[in-house]
């Protein structure tokens, strides 16, 4: 099995920034892609940003330009530095592994990013 504990979230002034961490414990072995989804009040969960085992990377269109994932195998931990943070940014963010064969192994618990003035 595969843990995940998100940290970083809160509450930050738009055209600010934030840094999320996702650490991975447990059967890191079996992780091949990992990801960050958010969800914001009354909508559904979107993928935001994923990070192949490879370092391949994948943004929405929303983000790009203004977020960066990244992942530091040796401390199994998966970042989101996000830049110029904008209202519609706010949401609870989760990470997520995946495994080879797109199976998804564990979420994280979320935290809690708002951008407000």
């Known amino acids: 099995q595969v843990q995940l504990v998100e940290s970083g979230g809160g509450l930050v002034q738009p055209g600010g920034s934030l840094r999320l961490s996702c650490a991975a414990s447990?059967?890191?072995?079996?992780?091949?892609?990992m990801g960050w989804h958010r969800q914001a009040p009354g909508k559904q969960r979107e993928l935001v940003a994923a990070?192949?085992?490879?370092?391949?990377?994948n943004y929405v269109d929303s983000v790009k330009g203004r977020f960066t994932i990244s992942r530091d195998n040796a401390k199994n931990t998966m970042y989101l530095q996000m830049n110029n943070l904008k209202p519609e940014d706010t949401a609870v963010y989760y990470c997520?592994?995946?495994?080879?064969?797109?199976?998804?192994?564990?979420w994280g618990q979320g935290t809690r990013v708002t951008v407000s003035s």
């Open positions: 447990g059967s890191i072995v079996s992780i091949y892609t």
């Open positions: 990070i192949a085992i490879g370092g391949s990377t």
């Open positions: 997520n592994a995946v495994g080879r064969y797109g199976d998804i192994l564990s």
